[in-house]
């Protein structure tokens, strides 16, 4: 069975950093792309970035471009994503998900999903 963990979301000044990291277990590792979409209050969830262990695609969302960053421990099965600079309109969960072999913006198309955490940046 598929398993996602997200660690390290908490409250951080504008300006300020965080890093997330998403545990996986159950999958097969570089057959799955693996994605943070994160949900505001009262907004839809949005993919934020997403990485392809298959062919190595990275897909960052415009809004965070330059800002974040994605990347991958295939020996521990993680995903992480580094965030910088962040805005209070970031305040949101933050959800670990994965679908199989190729990123994907369409959340119909996600296998599994992490509980989610989260991230609160202050004004």
């Known amino acids: 069975e598929m398993q996602l963990v997200e660690s390290g979301g908490g409250l951080v000044q504008a300006g300020g950093s965080l890093r997330l990291s998403c545990a996986t277990s159950?999958?097969?590792?570089?057959?799955?792309?693996v994605a943070w979409i994160r949900q505001a209050p009262g907004k839809e969830r949005e993919v934020v970035s997403c990485?392809?262990?298959?062919?190595?695609?990275?897909y960052y969302a415009p809004s965070v471009k330059g800002r974040f960053t994605i990347s991958s421990d295939s020996s521990k099965m993680t995903v992480d994503l580094q965030m910088t600079s962040l805005k209070p309109e970031e305040t949101a969960v933050y959800y670990c998900?994965?679908?199989?072999?190729?990123?994907?913006?369409?959340?119909?198309?996600?296998?599994?999903w992490g509980r989610g955490n989260q991230v609160t940046v202050s004004s």
């Open positions: 998900a994965a679908n199989a072999v190729v990123c994907t913006l369409q959340l119909s198309e996600v296998d599994g």
């Open positions: 159950g999958l097969t590792f570089n057959h799955y792309a």
């Open positions: 990485f392809s262990e298959s062919d190595g695609t990275r």
